[in-house]
């Protein structure tokens, strides 16, 4: 468990090093946080291997780290090298503990696309008491619900394009395949399918489509 946590810390502290060469070019070269933290997760599905990241992600991470001068394939070397068998691990945990600092960085605002880590595991210990075998999760932000640690099928939707990729890239670094998350506005994509359990933490203030808002009388989520 220590040689973990160590080896987590080291990757943290590569992908932080990274991330301040961004930050190095930021004013130059319109990067915002989301995108900052989008490149840094893309740089671990590039260390978990070729088949992880998006060519348009590969695209990007080559442009950035060149102009960052950051030294990519030393840094993934490094990585690999640290964390030896338990490379899937730790660039699970090390994409965690990446995402809940960037939340930390933006205070109330980080709530609107992550919700914190005691919620997910108090509900998700409940839905494993109930033996649920699929999982619904619209509004699905980060898709945390989709981190099950039990046997089951995840369906989650999130309709802000640049959280949906990063939440993506998070699934994709813990194993789970996103093949039934997708990016689209959950109420007007319902998925007609019988599910075991529904999870969601809908975000609360957000507007509704003028259609929703015709059919329903409702113009927010918290209506």
Same mark, same amino acid.
């Not at 599905?45 to 990007?60: A, L, P, W």
């Not at 950035?64 to 990585?79: A, G, W």
């Given at each position: #468990?220590?040689?973990? =946590?160590? =080896?987590?810390?080291?990757?943290?502290?590569?992908?932080?090093? !990274? &991330?301040?060469?961004?930050?190095?070019?930021?004013?130059?070269?319109?990067?915002?946080?989301?995108?900052?933290?989008?490149?840094?997760?893309?740089?671990?599905?590039?260390?978990?291997?070729?088949?992880?990241?998006? $060519? *348009?992600?590969?695209?990007?991470?080559? !442009?950035?780290?060149?102009? =960052?001068? !950051?030294?990519?394939?030393? %840094?993934?070397?490094?990585?690999?090298?640290?964390?030896?068998?338990?490379?899937?691990?730790?660039?699970?945990?090390?994409?965690?503990?990446?995402?809940?600092?960037? $939340?930390?960085?933006?205070?109330? &605002?980080?709530?609107?696309?992550? $919700?914190?880590?005691?919620?997910? *595991?108090?509900?998700?210990?409940?839905?494993? *008491?109930?033996?649920?075998?699929?999982?619904?999760?619209? !509004?699905?932000? #980060?898709? %945390?619900?989709?981190?099950?640690?039990?046997?089951? %099928?995840?369906?989650? $939707?999130?309709?802000? &394009?640049?959280?949906?990729n990063l939440a993506k890239m998070r699934l994709v670094l813990h194993g789970v395949n996103p093949v039934n998350f997708t990016n689209c506005d959950c109420l007007e994509n319902r998925i007609e399918l019988g599910f075991d359990c529904v999870l969601s933490s809908p975000p609360f203030g957000g507007r509704l489509s003028p259609e929703i808002r015709l059919e329903t009388g409702v113009t927010t989520y918290d209506e």
């Open positions: #468990m220590k040689k973990d =946590s160590n =080896s987590m810390d080291k990757v943290v502290h590569i992908v932080y090093k !990274f &991330r301040d060469c961004l930050y190095a070019i930021e004013l130059f070269d319109g990067l915002n946080d989301v995108k900052i933290l989008h490149l840094c997760l893309a740089f671990l599905c590039k260390v978990k291997g070729d088949g992880f990241i998006s $060519q *348009e992600d590969e695209k990007e991470l080559q !442009f950035y780290s060149v102009k =960052s001068r !950051f030294n990519l394939p030393e %840094s993934i070397y490094e990585i690999r090298s640290v964390c030896g068998n338990q490379l899937d691990k730790v660039l699970a945990d090390a994409a965690d503990s990446v995402i809940y600092q960037h $939340q930390l960085k933006a205070g109330l &605002r980080g709530g609107e696309f992550i $919700q914190p880590r005691e919620l997910t *595991e108090l509900v998700l210990a409940l839905v494993k *008491e109930k033996d649920c075998k699929t999982i619904y999760n619209p !509004f699905a932000g #980060m898709a %945390s619900y989709g981190l099950a640690d039990f046997d089951c %099928s995840y369906y989650g $939707q999130e309709i802000n &394009r640049s959280i949906y």
